[in-house]
């Protein structure tokens, strides 16, 4: 069963239908708001109204720790295996009878939200997530509550979008709005919230569209600072870097980083469609299985990969693991988090990210602190970068790495060491796994949703990659028609361009210019009995597509210098465009091949 | 449904206030649920860092925080915890509890002074003695003075640790300022004094504890061993002799005080003395000399016959010229040989430096000698 496919309303269901009608809301407005004032104000309530119930899902959360497993020091050894598993069994029946949308991180519902059904999350979605989240990550489950903080937040907006019948347009963007009010409350990081949902789940960049999630996530976070204070995740150890040459330290750890990454990727990818095939009666018992294998990891030792793991990842980052033991750490929290997710529990995959990384980024640190003591970074430094690094390889989500680890740390120093390592984890995962883990997750789905990376790295086609040389015969408008006519008597050519004065270009043929000499104007300017007047001229580093709109109307279309515009750089055609589709389209079946 | 923005726009902002309401309501009760069991599990912590289980103290106080995160109390704790657990991967985590609190009030005398701990724990002097000059110019919740003084002393007490004795000086100077008439301060102060080789400044404190407590036994044993260290040995013998007489089981006093009653009886340099006891003294002082010589001589082996060369060894040097100088014993009965008994002393002064260098500390008599002779080469200086 698809994880999204659930989500999908039928086109024919009433609130569709509802977002046909053309938008009567504003028509009652008597100026005072116009539809884009109206809706950044709705970004405010939205960032609101997520801030409130991601306090309500974290207070959640504690409390089911709290009551569950107590306080994890003093977590008595048989809750560690009897409450993963029997919370695991109550949460499997809620979320395959009750709430059938809420599998997973909810990261790529709130994308298929916005690319296939027009913004539409079910506002029971919100709550199943909230409820059955709270249950999984407080029982001891290896997940996070970022990305549900993130689903629930779009639920909440596309809710009230509906509710409040605002255009098909604006819904669309609602859920991308309230997921990083959601994101950006679950982190107390706005900027990172902000961004994330930017590079991976819309896409794109447009002032409209930054500011709404901009207001959204800002509020979202002054509300979840107002409730549960301002302190940060961790408390961040001092941490340094004074020498360039040990910018080799961190690129290895990102490198190493990349690795771990592929493999937790592919851990997920290999394991998820299998447990998904299994007969519909095991998916009862997969969140059970999982938090019971949860359980018996803790029970031996490592009590740390449980829930979402922060204060662990604080304690690493203060030097209290030895680097054999944040290794292990970091391998256990790999498979503790793949059983979780892949067995259908709901969570989030932020929070275990970067769980791994912090411990990789500690363990390797203090390793290449024993082979180069000279080397001057702390273990809280390798740590903070470490969670970036997993951030970048695993959600292959780079710049949110960078600006997530400078907003957790309030540290502009590391900033370097950061881009370094990150940019190493992304290249080495990407070069490893082509698919990135959001984009697997929804294919294995069945969907096809955009892929961010893919468009990130696409070569898009210019002009210039379909431009002709220019053409041998140029007229002038400013000659006589039968001055020009003498020209193309030695061409070869059908079509002339002919320049226009003072500036522009037009286009005429063989056969007219040879008409209109026959017609006794050879003593007529050129300019003034041309057919057609002015020809749209394009630049060479505009992108291709930009040529489809006049290739079918003009046989040439000049391509001309952007610093001066009488300059001829070349010319394109139908043929020419076309062609150049066509050898591409040609290249990359041969590369899928 | 209203159609209206305006309306809509107070719908949601009643919503919101309901939310927030609602929403407070929840955080206050949880919150006040968490501290209630916060509190239960620090105490529990506190019980079990009294006794010495800092592991398990750490993990009470680490559950504390988890339901209470932002408790200044139960970060300190913690922070404290972690630093007196002997774990040096701990302090860290300790130092960033207590930097994080101190950025919140950095005048916070008992963080100020848990950071100097831990800086001291690291043995950085530079570090521990801005924190514990913080924590003393800082702001204590009760008994500033004394919490003032303790955090000096103890500030003194990690820089003689350091053997940086100028800096504890200076800070036991102004702590001798800032004592209060208490008997027991001044004894501390006087020790610690005496620790750092300061004898005058021993000797002042503990006359100041015996002005308190005439009957102070440790006073007087101190008073008279810090004059005994200064060279004044007839208030050392005066200190030392009450000090045997209020406890007879002290040693340390009983044998400093026959060192000094020795001092006081071989020395040819006392005042009162006629010129026969001076003669005699330097007599004894010169035969007692070769003696020291020959016995040290043989114990390390060193035959003074053999090696009568004058440049062969040190000790045959000083065998050359205690030789040299025993005629001039006849002449200390002139009147006119004024000079003479230093020039005699010193050969035996010469005698017993050597001498105690090669062989170690000398007992009785040479002991005797070599004190008067430090303490005349101290007053000459």
């Known amino acids: ?593 | 449904m209203p159609r209206s923005a305006p309306v809509i726009l107070v719908l949601l902002t009643l919503a919101a206030v309901t939310g927030f309401a609602g929403v407070s309501h929840l955080v206050a009760r949880f919150t006040a649920n968490q501290q209630a069991r916060g509190r239960k599990l620090y105490q529990q912590g506190l019980g079990d860092a009294s006794a010495g289980r800092y592991d398990d103290a750490i993990s009470a106080f680490r559950a504390a925080l988890t339901c209470d995160p932002a408790n200044s109390q139960y970060q300190l704790s913690l922070a404290r915890a972690l630093r007196d657990s002997n774990d040096p991967r701990r302090l860290d985590e300790a130092e960033s509890y207590l930097i994080a609190l101190w950025q919140r009030t950095p005048q916070d005398a008992a963080i100020n002074l848990a950071l100097a701990r831990v800086a001291a724990h690291r043995g950085s002097i530079e570090d521990a003695t801005r924190y514990y000059h913080n924590s003393m110019y800082g702001v204590w919740n009760s008994n500033p003075d004394l919490n003032r003084n303790k955090a000096r002393i103890e500030l003194i007490q990690f820089l003689l640790k350091k053997a940086d004795s100028p800096q504890a000086e200076s800070e036991l100077m102004a702590l001798a300022a800032s004592l209060p008439p208490d008997a027991v301060a001044h004894l501390q102060a006087a020790q610690l004094f005496a620790q750092a080789q300061d004898s005058a400044g021993a000797l002042a404190q503990y006359r100041e504890v015996l002005r308190l407590d005439s009957r102070n036994p440790a006073a007087l044993a101190g008073a008279g061993e810090a004059a005994y260290r200064s060279g004044n040995y007839a208030t050392a013998l005066r200190y030392l002799r009450a000090a045997v007489n209020a406890n007879p089981e002290d040693g340390n006093s009983r044998r400093l005080l026959e060192s000094a009653e020795q001092v006081l009886h071989a020395s040819p340099f006392q005042s009162h003395i006629s010129d026969a006891e001076r003669n005699r003294r330097i007599t004894a002082a010169f035969t007692q000399a070769e003696q020291r010589l020959n016995q040290c001589a043989q114990q390390t082996d060193i035959d003074l016959k053999a090696t009568a060369s004058p440049s062969a060894s040190p000790f045959s040097t000083l065998q050359s010229l205690w030789t040299a100088t025993k005629p001039d014993l006849a002449r200390l009965r002139s009147p006119a040989e004024t000079d003479l008994p230093d020039a005699i002393m010193d050969v035996v002064f010469q005698i017993e430096r050597q001498t105690a260098t090669t062989c170690g500390p000398p007992e009785g008599l040479d002991l005797a000698l070599l004190l008067i002779s430090q303490k005349r080469e101290a007053a000459s200086q």
Not at chain 1, 6 to 15: F, I, K, L
Not at chain 1, 317 to 345: D, N
Not at chain 1, 541 to 552: E, G, I, T
Not at chain 1, 563 to 571: H, M, Y
């Open chain 1, 1 to 593: 069963m698809s994880d999204l496919v659930t989500n999908a309303p039928a086109t024919s269901q009433p609130s569709m239908v509802r977002l046909q009608i053309p938008t009567r809301l504003f028509s009652t407005l008597e100026g005072m708001f116009n539809e884009e004032v109206f809706f950044l104000i709705l970004c405010v309530f939205i960032g609101i109204f997520s801030g409130l119930a991601v306090v309500c899902f974290r207070l959640a959360i504690d409390w089911m720790h709290l009551a569950l497993l107590g306080p994890l020091p003093q977590t008595h050894g048989w809750r560690l295996f009897a409450v993963p598993s029997v919370v695991g069994l109550l949460v499997a029946g809620l979320v395959i009878r009750v709430f059938p949308g809420i599998r997973g991180s909810g990261v790529n519902q709130t994308k298929a939200a916005l690319y296939i059904f027009n913004g539409y999350i079910p506002f029971r979605t919100a709550i199943g997530k909230f409820v059955c989240a709270a249950l999984a990550i407080g029982s001891g489950q290896s997940l996070g509550p970022e990305d549900p903080s993130l689903q629930i937040g779009a639920s909440i907006a596309s809710a009230l979008g509906r509710q409040l019948e605002i255009s098909r347009e604006k819904l669309r963007l609602m859920a991308p709005v309230g997921a990083a009010a959601g994101l950006a409350a679950a982190f107390n990081a706005p900027i990172s919230a902000v961004l994330f949902v930017i590079e991976e789940v819309i896409g794109r960049w447009s002032a409209g569209i930054l500011g709404s999630v901009v207001l959204s996530a800002v509020s979202s976070v002054v509300i979840v600072r107002w409730f549960l204070g301002s302190e940060p995740l961790f408390r961040i150890p001092v941490t340094t870097f004074k020498r360039p040459s040990e910018l080799i330290a961190y690129a290895f750890l990102g490198s190493v980083g990349g690795l771990a990454s592929v493999i937790f990727a592919k851990s997920i990818g290999y394991l998820r469609p299998i447990l998904k095939a299994l007969p519909r009666w095991t998916q009862y018992f997969q969140p059970a299985l999982a938090g019971l294998l949860i359980g018996l990891i803790a029970y031996l030792g490592a009590p740390q990969i449980m829930g979402a793991g922060y204060d662990s990842m604080d304690q690493a980052m203060h030097g209290q693991y030895a680097w054999k033991f944040l290794a292990v750490l970091a391998l256990l929290k790999i498979l503790a988090s793949t059983f979780s997710f892949v067995s259908g529990a709901p969570g989030g995959m932020f929070a275990p990210t970067l769980f791994i990384g912090a411990m990789l980024g500690g363990a390797v640190g203090d390793l290449e602190r024993i082979f180069f003591p000279q080397l001057t970074g702390s273990t809280g430094t390798y740590v903070l970068v470490g969670m970036g690094v997993l951030f970048a390889g695993f959600l292959r989500a780079p710049m949110t790495s960078v600006f997530m680890v400078l907003e957790v740390s309030g540290n502009y120093e590391i900033i370097v060491p950061v881009i370094v390592a990150n940019t190493f984890s992304y290249l080495v995962s990407r070069s490893l796994q082509a698919v990135p883990i959001f984009d697997l997750l929804t294919r294995q789905d069945g969907l096809i949703l955009p892929s961010l990376e893919e468009d990130r790295e696409e070569a898009i086609l210019r002009v210039e990659d379909a431009m002709l040389p220019v053409p041998a015969t140029i007229l002038s408008a400013q000659d006589y028609v039968d001055a020009n006519t003498r020209r193309v008597q030695d061409s070869a050519e059908l079509i002339f361009l002919v320049r226009m004065h003072p500036s522009g270009w037009s286009i005429i043929s063989r056969d007219q210019l040879e008409r209109l000499f026959q017609e006794g104007k050879g003593d007529h300017m050129l300019g003034s009995v041309l057919p057609s007047q002015f020809l749209p001229s394009l630049y060479p580093d505009l992108p291709l597509d930009s040529a489809l709109r006049y290739v079918n109307d003009y046989p040439l279309i000049p391509v001309v210098n952007r610093a001066d515009s009488r300059r001829l750089e070349g010319v394109v055609s139908r043929d020419s465009v076309f062609k150049k589709y066509g050898s591409r389209r040609a290249m990359e079946v041969q590369t899928s091949a």
